[in-house]
Protein backbone atom coordinates (compact mmCIF):
# COMPACT_ATOMS: atom_id res chain seq x y z
CA UNK A 1 0.00 0.00 0.00
CA UNK A 2 1.38 3.49 -0.52
CA UNK A 3 1.16 5.18 2.64
CA UNK A 4 0.69 9.09 1.75
CA UNK A 5 3.33 11.40 4.06
CA UNK A 6 5.14 14.64 3.44
CA UNK A 7 8.77 14.17 2.00
CA UNK A 8 10.11 15.92 4.90
CA UNK A 9 8.63 13.53 7.26
CA UNK A 10 12.01 11.49 8.84
CA UNK A 11 10.46 8.26 8.77
CA UNK A 12 10.04 8.51 5.03
CA UNK A 13 13.83 7.84 4.22
CA UNK A 14 13.60 4.69 6.76
CA UNK A 15 10.57 3.49 5.18
CA UNK A 16 11.99 3.62 1.69
CA UNK A 17 14.91 2.10 2.79
CA UNK A 18 13.51 -0.63 4.13
CA UNK A 19 10.97 -1.33 0.58
CA UNK A 20 7.93 0.69 1.84
CA UNK A 21 5.83 2.09 -0.51
CA UNK A 22 5.45 5.63 0.32
CA UNK A 23 3.62 8.13 -1.43
CA UNK A 24 3.87 11.98 -2.01
CA UNK A 25 1.27 14.08 -2.41
CA UNK A 26 1.68 15.04 -6.09
CA UNK A 27 1.43 11.67 -7.16
CA UNK A 28 -1.47 10.47 -4.90
CA UNK A 29 -3.72 13.03 -6.42
CA UNK A 30 -2.75 11.48 -10.07
CA UNK A 31 -4.67 8.09 -9.07
CA UNK A 32 -8.36 8.56 -8.96
CA UNK A 33 -9.03 6.39 -6.03
CA UNK A 34 -10.09 8.02 -2.74
CA UNK A 35 -7.42 7.10 0.20
CA UNK A 36 -8.45 6.36 3.68
CA UNK A 37 -7.59 9.23 5.92
CA UNK A 38 -6.31 8.25 9.35
CA UNK A 39 -5.46 10.45 12.01
CA UNK A 40 -2.41 9.22 14.50
CA UNK A 41 -3.05 10.83 18.00
CA UNK A 42 1.20 10.17 18.63
CA UNK A 43 0.77 10.19 22.66
CA UNK A 44 4.81 8.69 23.21
CA UNK A 45 7.89 10.96 23.83
CA UNK A 46 9.39 8.82 20.83
CA UNK A 47 7.68 10.27 18.70
CA UNK A 48 9.68 10.43 15.08
CA UNK A 49 10.24 6.29 16.07
CA UNK A 50 6.86 5.72 16.63
CA UNK A 51 5.57 7.70 13.71
CA UNK A 52 7.75 5.46 11.78
CA UNK A 53 6.99 2.06 13.24
CA UNK A 54 3.08 2.43 12.67
CA UNK A 55 3.68 3.74 8.91
CA UNK A 56 5.42 0.79 8.31
CA UNK A 57 2.44 -1.16 9.57
CA UNK A 58 -0.12 0.76 7.54
CA UNK A 59 2.35 0.65 4.83
CA UNK A 60 1.65 -3.27 3.63
CA UNK A 61 -1.54 -3.16 2.49
CA UNK A 62 -2.91 -2.86 -1.29
CA UNK A 63 -4.72 0.16 0.18
CA UNK A 64 -3.36 3.79 -0.34
CA UNK A 65 -3.65 5.92 3.14
CA UNK A 66 -3.54 9.57 3.75
CA UNK A 67 -1.71 9.99 7.40
CA UNK A 68 -2.41 13.22 9.35
CA UNK A 69 -0.42 13.51 12.76
CA UNK A 70 -1.70 14.70 16.08
CA UNK A 71 -0.16 16.26 18.95
CA UNK A 72 -2.12 17.23 21.78
CA UNK A 73 -2.28 20.42 22.86
CA UNK A 74 -2.39 21.14 26.75
CA UNK A 75 0.83 18.96 26.62
CA UNK A 76 4.39 20.19 25.13
CA UNK A 77 6.61 17.13 24.03
CA UNK A 78 10.24 17.75 25.46
CA UNK A 79 11.60 14.69 23.59
CA UNK A 80 10.97 15.45 20.25
CA UNK A 81 12.10 19.13 18.25
CA UNK A 82 9.67 21.53 17.99
CA UNK A 83 10.70 21.75 14.27
CA UNK A 84 9.29 18.79 13.59
CA UNK A 85 6.45 18.83 15.72
CA UNK A 86 5.34 22.13 14.12
CA UNK A 87 6.10 21.10 10.62
CA UNK A 88 4.09 17.22 10.99
CA UNK A 89 2.04 17.60 13.43
CA UNK A 90 -1.58 19.09 13.91
CA UNK A 91 -3.57 19.71 17.16
CA UNK A 92 -7.36 18.31 16.96
CA UNK A 93 -8.20 21.81 17.22
CA UNK A 94 -7.24 22.53 13.88
CA UNK A 95 -8.91 18.87 12.37
CA UNK A 96 -12.54 19.22 14.94
CA UNK A 97 -14.01 19.91 11.73
CA UNK A 98 -12.41 17.03 9.98
CA UNK A 99 -13.92 13.16 9.38
CA UNK A 100 -11.41 10.40 9.13
CA UNK A 101 -11.47 6.98 8.05
CA UNK A 102 -9.49 5.51 10.90
CA UNK A 103 -7.96 6.96 14.40
CA UNK A 104 -5.19 5.25 15.67
CA UNK A 105 -4.19 6.54 19.92
CA UNK A 106 -1.11 5.03 20.91
CA UNK A 107 -0.03 4.52 24.42
CA UNK A 108 2.52 6.79 26.91
CA UNK A 109 4.56 6.15 29.32
CA UNK A 110 2.45 7.41 32.37
CA UNK A 111 0.72 4.12 34.02
CA UNK A 112 1.76 5.34 37.46
CA UNK A 113 -0.67 8.25 37.24
CA UNK A 114 -4.92 7.96 37.42
CA UNK A 115 -6.45 8.51 34.37
CA UNK A 116 -8.15 11.91 35.81
CA UNK A 117 -4.27 13.01 36.90
CA UNK A 118 -2.64 12.80 33.42
CA UNK A 119 -2.40 16.43 32.10
CA UNK A 120 -3.85 16.22 28.88
CA UNK A 121 -6.72 13.72 30.32
CA UNK A 122 -9.76 16.45 29.50
CA UNK A 123 -8.50 16.59 25.92
CA UNK A 124 -8.26 13.29 25.27
CA UNK A 125 -11.44 12.41 26.63
CA UNK A 126 -12.84 15.17 24.09
CA UNK A 127 -11.05 13.44 21.01
CA UNK A 128 -12.26 9.91 21.71
CA UNK A 129 -15.84 11.59 22.21
CA UNK A 130 -15.25 13.11 19.17
CA UNK A 131 -14.09 10.42 17.16
CA UNK A 132 -17.76 9.17 17.64
CA UNK A 133 -19.14 10.85 15.21
CA UNK A 134 -15.91 11.99 12.94
CA UNK A 135 -13.94 8.80 12.67
CA UNK A 136 -15.42 5.19 11.20
CA UNK A 137 -12.80 2.88 13.36
CA UNK A 138 -10.30 3.97 16.27
CA UNK A 139 -7.33 1.48 17.35
CA UNK A 140 -6.14 2.00 20.89
CA UNK A 141 -2.46 0.55 21.60
CA UNK A 142 -1.51 -0.23 25.26
CA UNK A 143 -2.07 2.37 27.53
CA UNK A 144 -4.01 4.34 25.06
CA UNK A 145 -6.01 1.21 24.98
CA UNK A 146 -6.31 1.10 28.70
CA UNK A 147 -7.20 4.89 29.09
CA UNK A 148 -9.86 4.06 26.23
CA UNK A 149 -11.76 1.26 27.92
CA UNK A 150 -11.91 3.33 31.26
CA UNK A 151 -13.42 6.28 29.28
CA UNK A 152 -15.73 4.43 27.43
CA UNK A 153 -17.10 1.33 29.84
CA UNK A 154 -15.37 2.72 33.06
CA UNK A 155 -13.02 -0.51 33.19
CA UNK A 156 -9.74 0.08 35.80
CA UNK A 157 -6.52 -0.62 35.49
CA UNK A 158 -4.70 -2.44 37.97
CA UNK A 159 -1.27 -1.85 39.04
CA UNK A 160 1.01 -4.78 38.62
CA UNK A 161 3.83 -6.83 41.07
CA UNK A 162 6.51 -6.21 38.60
CA UNK A 163 6.52 -4.86 34.79
CA UNK A 164 5.12 -7.20 32.19
CA UNK A 165 8.15 -6.79 29.85
CA UNK A 166 9.37 -8.48 26.82
CA UNK A 167 7.16 -10.98 23.83
CA UNK A 168 4.81 -13.53 25.02
CA UNK A 169 2.14 -16.12 23.53
CA UNK A 170 -1.38 -15.05 22.79
CA UNK A 171 -4.02 -17.68 22.49
CA UNK A 172 -6.64 -16.33 19.82
CA UNK A 173 -10.15 -17.08 21.77
CA UNK A 174 -12.94 -15.73 18.51
CA UNK A 175 -11.90 -17.56 15.53
CA UNK A 176 -14.90 -16.15 13.75
CA UNK A 177 -13.50 -12.32 14.14
CA UNK A 178 -12.12 -10.78 10.70
CA UNK A 179 -9.22 -9.37 12.92
CA UNK A 180 -7.80 -12.56 13.37
CA UNK A 181 -8.04 -13.53 9.70
CA UNK A 182 -4.88 -15.32 9.37
CA UNK A 183 -3.66 -15.68 12.46
CA UNK A 184 -2.28 -18.55 14.06
CA UNK A 185 -3.53 -20.29 17.27
CA UNK A 186 -0.66 -19.04 18.83
CA UNK A 187 1.29 -16.19 18.27
CA UNK A 188 3.77 -13.63 19.90
CA UNK A 189 3.98 -10.30 20.83
CA UNK A 190 5.61 -7.90 22.40
CA UNK A 191 4.24 -6.21 26.18
CA UNK A 192 5.87 -3.52 28.04
CA UNK A 193 2.94 -1.86 30.89
CA UNK A 194 3.14 -1.57 34.63
CA UNK A 195 -0.32 -2.02 35.00
CA UNK A 196 -3.30 -4.24 33.22
CA UNK A 197 -6.95 -4.44 32.61
CA UNK A 198 -8.81 -7.66 33.77
CA UNK A 199 -10.40 -10.01 30.70
CA UNK A 200 -13.67 -10.60 34.12
CA UNK A 201 -14.39 -6.86 33.36
CA UNK A 202 -13.92 -6.87 30.53
CA UNK A 203 -16.52 -9.95 30.09
CA UNK A 204 -19.11 -8.75 32.20
CA UNK A 205 -19.33 -5.62 28.71
CA UNK A 206 -22.01 -6.57 26.58
CA UNK A 207 -20.50 -4.28 24.08
CA UNK A 208 -17.24 -6.08 24.35
CA UNK A 209 -15.40 -8.85 22.66
CA UNK A 210 -12.45 -10.28 24.50
CA UNK A 211 -10.47 -11.99 21.41
CA UNK A 212 -6.76 -12.77 22.60
CA UNK A 213 -5.26 -13.29 25.56
CA UNK A 214 -1.71 -14.36 27.32
CA UNK A 215 -1.25 -16.96 30.14
CA UNK A 216 1.69 -14.47 31.06
CA UNK A 217 0.83 -11.26 29.54
CA UNK A 218 -2.93 -11.37 30.34
CA UNK A 219 -5.60 -9.49 27.73
CA UNK A 220 -3.98 -8.32 24.43
CA UNK A 221 -7.15 -7.94 21.84
CA UNK A 222 -10.61 -6.82 22.53
CA UNK A 223 -13.03 -4.92 20.16
CA UNK A 224 -16.47 -3.46 20.72
CA UNK A 225 -19.09 -5.44 18.88
CA UNK A 226 -19.33 -3.04 16.23
CA UNK A 227 -15.90 -3.11 14.92
CA UNK A 228 -15.58 0.20 15.37
CA UNK A 229 -13.31 0.47 18.58
CA UNK A 230 -10.56 -2.02 18.62
CA UNK A 231 -8.29 -2.54 21.65
CA UNK A 232 -4.68 -3.97 21.63
CA UNK A 233 -2.72 -3.71 25.19
CA UNK A 234 0.56 -4.71 23.75
CA UNK A 235 3.14 -3.21 21.38
CA UNK A 236 2.84 -5.10 17.63
CA UNK A 237 3.99 -1.62 15.88
CA UNK A 238 7.84 -2.61 18.26
CA UNK A 239 10.69 -2.50 16.29
CA UNK A 240 13.43 -5.46 16.81
CA UNK A 241 15.49 -3.07 19.12
CA UNK A 242 12.69 -1.29 20.80
CA UNK A 243 12.76 -3.64 23.90
CA UNK A 244 16.21 -3.71 24.11
CA UNK A 245 16.35 0.32 24.09
CA UNK A 246 13.89 0.44 26.89
CA UNK A 247 16.13 -2.56 28.74
CA UNK A 248 19.58 -0.61 27.89
CA UNK A 249 18.30 2.61 29.35
CA UNK A 250 16.72 1.48 32.58
CA UNK A 251 20.41 -0.43 33.30
CA UNK A 252 22.07 2.96 32.49
CA UNK A 253 19.80 4.69 34.55
CA UNK A 254 20.45 1.85 37.63
CA UNK A 255 16.79 1.29 37.68
CA UNK A 256 15.50 -2.12 39.26
CA UNK A 257 14.61 -4.30 35.65
CA UNK A 258 14.33 -7.35 34.66
CA UNK A 259 15.70 -8.83 31.03
CA UNK A 260 12.82 -8.82 28.56
CA UNK A 261 10.98 -12.59 28.68
CA UNK A 262 11.40 -14.27 25.08
CA UNK A 263 13.52 -11.64 23.66
CA UNK A 264 17.28 -12.78 23.91
CA UNK A 265 18.31 -15.99 22.77
CA UNK A 266 17.85 -17.86 26.17
CA UNK A 267 17.24 -14.66 27.36
CA UNK A 268 21.14 -13.75 26.98
CA UNK A 269 20.91 -9.81 26.80
CA UNK A 270 24.68 -9.66 25.23
CA UNK A 271 23.21 -11.61 22.19
CA UNK A 272 20.86 -10.12 19.45
CA UNK A 273 17.42 -10.33 20.43
CA UNK A 274 15.05 -12.34 17.84
CA UNK A 275 12.03 -10.78 16.10
CA UNK A 276 8.88 -13.23 16.43
CA UNK A 277 5.73 -10.90 16.21
CA UNK A 278 6.52 -9.13 13.10
CA UNK A 279 4.20 -11.55 10.69
CA UNK A 280 1.39 -11.27 13.26
CA UNK A 281 1.56 -7.25 13.58
CA UNK A 282 1.47 -7.17 9.45
CA UNK A 283 -1.70 -8.92 10.37
CA UNK A 284 -3.31 -7.09 12.68
CA UNK A 285 -3.11 -3.95 10.72
CA UNK A 286 -3.60 -4.75 7.79
CA UNK A 287 -6.83 -6.70 8.60
CA UNK A 288 -7.68 -3.13 10.95
CA UNK A 289 -7.15 -1.17 7.73
CA UNK A 290 -8.82 -3.68 5.27
CA UNK A 291 -12.04 -5.33 7.39
CA UNK A 292 -12.65 -2.42 9.61
CA UNK A 293 -12.27 0.91 7.63
CA UNK A 294 -11.75 0.45 3.61
CA UNK A 295 -14.72 -2.49 3.45
CA UNK A 296 -17.47 -0.33 5.51
CA UNK A 297 -16.58 3.39 5.78
CA UNK A 298 -18.96 5.43 3.41
CA UNK A 299 -17.41 6.36 0.13
CA UNK A 300 -18.37 9.86 1.25
CA UNK A 301 -16.59 10.88 4.27
CA UNK A 302 -18.98 13.16 5.30
CA UNK A 303 -21.57 10.32 5.72
CA UNK A 304 -19.78 8.93 8.95
CA UNK A 305 -22.74 7.71 11.00
CA UNK A 306 -23.38 8.77 14.92
CA UNK A 307 -21.36 6.15 17.39
CA UNK A 308 -21.94 7.83 20.20
CA UNK A 309 -22.77 5.59 23.41
CA UNK A 310 -26.61 6.52 23.29
CA UNK A 311 -26.83 5.44 19.96
CA UNK A 312 -24.74 1.87 20.34
CA UNK A 313 -27.50 -0.82 20.39
Known amino acids: MPVKIPSTLPARATLESENIFVMGHKRAQAQDIRPMRVAILNLMPTKIETETQLLRLLGNSPLQVEITLLQTATYQPKNTNKDHLLAHYRTWEKVKNEKFDGLIITGAPIEHLAFEEVEYWDELTTIMDWAETNVYSSLYVCWGAQAALYHRYQIPKYPLPQKVFGVFEHKVLARNEKLLRGFDDIFMAPHSRYTEVSATDIRKIHDLRLLAVSEEAGVYLAISHNGRHVFVTGHSEYDPLTLKGEYDRDVN???????????YPKDDPSRP??????????LLYA?????????VTPYNIKNIPNMSPDSIS
Open 287 to 295: NWLNYYVYQ
Open 253 to 263: QGKPINVPKNY
Open 273 to 282: PQVRWRSHAN
